[in-house]
């Protein structure tokens, strides 16, 4: 069953947040099933000191679907698989992953297609 492993503990960093200003203090991970084997994960570890800006959500948006919030933690393992494509997964599988973690953590319906459907629309594509 997909979830998170270990918390997810940051330093901010004072700085814009297209600097990505939010910092790993602890390594942090996540069971994924998607496009795995039936009752088959695999593991995504973010390591300590990876720098991430949450979502990247226009500016216009933040009063409904801020940068961090309770999907927070999906948008972490998100962003380091955007960053990190050629090793870990595709566009569509990053933002499959994304759907899943949002799940996991119960996120509301409306907001994790929302979401989806931006990341899948307007996200990295590799």
């Not at 814009?16 to 390594?27: D, G, N, V």
């Not at 090793?87 to 973690?101: G, N, P, V």
Request: glycine content about 4%; some cysteine.
């Amino acid at each position: 069953m997909s979830s998170f492993t270990t918390p997810l503990i940051m330093v901010v960093h004072d700085l814009p947040i297209k600097q990505k200003p939010f910092e790993l203090y602890e390594s942090f991970s996540y069971w994924t099933s998607v496009n795995m084997p039936s009752g088959v994960e695999r593991l995504i570890r973010v390591p300590k000191g990876y720098r991430t800006d949450f979502a990247s959500v226009p500016r216009f948006m933040w009063r409904v679907l801020p940068p961090y919030g309770e999907y927070g933690k999906a948008a972490v393992i998100h962003d380091y698989l955007c960053d990190n494509n050629a090793h870990c997964a595709s566009s569509k599988e990053a933002a499959d992953i994304f759907f899943e973690a949002m799940t996991v953590l119960k996120v509301k319906a409306w907001k994790k297609y929302a979401m989806t459907w931006a990341v899948k629309l307007f996200g990295p594509k590799f």
